[in-house]
């Protein structure tokens, strides 16, 4: 993946280079740094659902304190900081909105976690939850629990859509939107970081930047990271009881947008296991496996369409198999430049 190896030579700079561009756009009124428990919330261009994600994380059932940063990654319009400032002036919940002005969505998560664990030096267990999400009121508690409990370093949850239209509540059962698990326990890996627990011990060992500046705007840059804490060693738990709900338009329901999910989900797949494969050999390899995978996921299609009954959702893994194919010869959408982003 070209992008990922020249995006990482252009910032290969100091973290305190780094941090210098970052410009605090809000505090609350009050900031204690020995806070242990962080929220991080990347935002970009909906203000209006910001508040109602900060409200949700205001109104969690929990004893514990902490903290929440919030990433401002339009440093044009801005939109993001007067809301922030007007929550955190609140005094509901402290911490800080700070401005990541390099576009992009690993830049705002780097940003997110960075600035929570400079800000809040002890701080132990790193959340986040996106800027189109409502969190339900047991969730910070019922992650961190969960997390303690079971000794976990990184904590999963589902994320399950609210569809602005009623009548598309049949695509729950989509891979685009369906959580990966159905109940409590251990499991191998992660997939998305719209719902997650990180301990601090796991960024100090992954190195800095944490997400891969490679999945900018292509996405995919949570998966990567998890797939990377899995080779690191580190154990994942799912908490199905720890709830977040998506905020889904009618743009995001449509034929052609789970298309385009599907092929992206099938050039994240391929590019992620390409970092994996270091020599010619196993690339050729794993381009050969990619291509087989096309006859392969017309079965596979066959059998969710008998269980399913929908087409659109038998569709997915021959779009994705295709993606991946597309892949090994440069196919790289970058559906997250601003320019191209369909809220």
């Not at 940003?111 to 986040?128: N, Q, R």
């Not at 999400?133 to 589902?158: C, F, H, K, N, Y």
Request: with cysteine.
């Amino acid at each position: 993946m070209n992008r990922v190896s020249a995006d990482l030579r252009a910032d290969g700079s100091s973290g305190a280079t780094r941090y210098a561009f970052r410009a605090v756009a809000a505090t609350s009124p009050s900031l204690d740094s020995s806070i242990d428990i962080v929220v991080c919330v990347p935002s970009f261009r909906r203000p209006q659902h910001l508040w109602l994600t900060l409200e949700s994380l205001a109104n969690q059932r929990t004893e514990r304190r902490f903290a929440v940063v919030i990433v401002e990654n339009d440093a044009v319009q801005h939109e993001s900081v007067p809301v922030a400032a007007q929550f955190l002036a609140s005094g509901k919940v402290p911490g800080l909105c700070v401005v990541e002005p390099r576009q992009g969505n690993c830049h705002a998560i780097n940003a997110a976690f960075e600035t929570a664990m400079t800000t809040f030096p002890t701080a132990s267990s790193l959340l986040m939850i996106d800027d189109d999400e409502i969190a339900s009121q047991d969730w910070l508690e019922t992650m961190t629990r969960s997390a303690e409990t079971t000794g976990a370093d990184v904590v999963g949850g589902p994320v399950w859509p609210d569809f602005d239209d009623d009548m598309k509540r049949g695509l729950r059962q989509h891979p685009a939107f369906r959580p990966a698990y159905d109940s409590s326990g251990p499991v191998p890996v992660i997939y998305g970081g719209g719902n997650c627990l990180i301990k601090r011990p796991v960024f100090t060992k992954l190195g800095d930047p944490a997400f891969d500046l490679g999945f900018n705007f292509l996405g995919g840059g949570d998966y990567d990271f998890f797939t990377r804490c899995r080779r690191a060693g580190f154990r994942f738990h799912w908490a199905a009881e720890a709830i977040i709900v998506e905020t889904v338009p009618n743009s995001r329901t449509n034929i052609g947008w789970l298309m385009r999910r599907s092929l992206r989900i099938g050039v994240i797949n391929y590019y992620i296991q390409r970092k994996a494969a270091p020599t010619v050999w196993s690339r050729a390899q794993l381009i050969v496996k990619m291509f087989a995978m096309l006859p392969f996921s017309l079965f596979r299609a066959g059998r969710v369409f008998l269980s399913e009954r929908k087409a659109v959702v038998a569709m997915h893994p021959m779009i994705v198999a295709v993606g991946s194919a597309l892949a090994t010869v440069g196919f790289e959408p970058q559906p997250y430049e601003a320019s191209k982003i369909v809220l």
